[in-house]
């Protein structure tokens, strides 16, 4: 199938733009798109220089390019609708029935939803990755008491990336504590993790994908064996059961989905969304 | 000023409707939102939910509230514009001209930006991932043949979030290295460094916001002291300078932003964007 240029054009980082773009061509599984972002076009001669890629583009793939944007700036979201392309303005059909239904006007300011210009919740952010990375696996337990959630499950359950992405997305401070055999000999979880209770969910993950998993870590070890990951999977589930301990499963879910549903059932609410 | 009820509702991890929802939202400053986020509204029983939470908002707050939403089902949205507020279909305006711009009909599939369908892209992130935190803070250099970017900077300079997010948004395999008085006295970069000279990328920093972050972590040390952030950030620059290596600035710039700026200055490409 042909290639199908596309670009993203936008005077930030682009991360909004490129968000909305991919979730929208998510809904085409059969596109073959060739993807461009050109972000930070901040200036009218940066405009024109998008303009020129774009229109190169379309004569170099033989099909007009989309461009997707998220220009404030009047002049430059005018400036780009001369390109050879079809345009997708991100914005535009939104915020001026915003600003009817809040009776404010927009800021046209760019850059403010991934930049700093609301250094504390950033540097909550960036706290919140520090502490994720302070107390991943167990360490620093005398720490749990700052956290927001303290993630528990087996040995590469998807623990790690669940805590950073909860980190650096929400600033939420998220611990993991790796349940081992320990643990499971004496069916009962340790007192720096009893004493938080009300912060604790659990991640399960299913045999056959942990074995997969692990078989990729360390190949043909014990560790890895599906036996092992059989006994680990039902005996954390013996632990959270127990406890009665909220828990979802991460064979199925990715980070996202984990987060939303993790921030979901434990009632957290961030600052910066 | 009044408080103005937001609602995100989506069938999925709702992660692509709250990053518009906020992006559009920061046009608005003044704006005081009370924010709530109602993922995994996957059947028509929870959309009826999802609309009783909404007028009850509307009664609580005495104003209608905003609703950001982006279903792909087109009953869901039926049922959802039954609430009493101000509808905003994230999707709608764009669909129906990219499936004539595409000649393609949409798969009205929910979950497909922030789930696994993609396994093989996901995989890629989650294994980026655990790069990134393997290789964090010089670790494992013997592994830098893997990289995509090797990313050099002083203590505190911001390298670990940035490699964290540019694994966890892109799966792009990002090492960190941190420069030390060792290479500053040799002025030299180590070999393992230089083997890989084309994936370098530099961090800097300015020595007054060097030395606020430094003493949240180590109060009144030397090696949180303006002097000494003077001359970390000075022999840094040397060394940049010396190796012709591109560097910026993380003083004024997000992690998003830096990792756009890595991404364009590296030319880097996602299988995922």
């Known amino acids: 199938m042909r290639e199908q240029p596309i670009f993203i054009v936008s005077?930030?980082?682009?991360?909004?733009?490129?968000?909305?773009?991919?979730?929208?061509?998510?809904?085409?599984?059969?596109?073959?798109?060739?993807?461009?972002?050109?972000?930070?076009?901040?200036?009218?001669?940066?405009?024109?220089?998008?303009?020129?890629?774009?229109?190169?583009?379309?004569?170099?793939?033989?099909?007009?390019?989309?461009?997707?944007?998220?220009?404030?700036?009047?002049?430059?979201?005018?400036?780009?609708?001369?390109?050879?392309?079809?345009?997708?303005?991100?914005?535009d059909p939104f915020i001026s029935r915003m600003e009817e239904a809040l009776g404010q006007n927009s800021s046209h300011q760019s850059g403010q939803a991934h930049g700093i210009a609301n250094m504390t919740q950033y540097n909550r952010r960036m706290s919140a990755v520090n502490y994720a990375m302070h107390c991943d696996d167990g360490l620093h337990a005398q720490e749990y008491g700052n956290a927001d959630v303290i993630l528990l499950g087996v040995s590469r359950s998807g623990k790690t990336p669940t805590c950073l992405y909860l980190a650096l997305h929400f600033g939420f401070y998220v611990a993991n504590y790796p349940l081992t055999e320990d643990d499971f000999l004496q069916f009962k979880l340790p007192e720096s993790i009893l004493a938080h209770r009300d912060k604790v969910f659990g991640l399960n993950i299913e045999a056959s994908r942990l074995h997969q998993i692990r078989s990729e870590r360390r190949p043909s070890s014990q560790y890895a064996s599906l036996a092992q990951c059989q006994e680990d999977v039902t005996q954390a589930r013996n632990l959270f059961d127990r406890y009665r301990i909220g828990h979802c499963d991460s064979t199925s879910y990715s980070v996202e989905e984990l987060g939303s549903t993790i921030k979901h059932r434990m009632g957290l609410h961030s600052e910066l969304y």
Chains 1, 2 share one sequence.
């Not at 461009?67 to 050879?84: D, G, H, M, R």
């Open 11 to 91: 005077d930030g980082s682009g991360v909004t733009a490129e968000t909305i773009c991919h979730t929208l061509l998510s809904q085409f599984p059969a596109g073959n798109f060739n993807q461009e972002s050109l972000p930070f076009v901040d200036s009218l001669e940066k405009v024109n220089t998008a303009v020129a890629r774009v229109n190169q583009a379309s004569l170099d793939f033989g099909v007009k390019p989309l461009v997707f944007t998220t220009f404030v700036e009047e002049e430059y979201a005018v400036a780009l609708s001369q390109a050879n392309a079809e345009i997708f303005d991100l914005f």
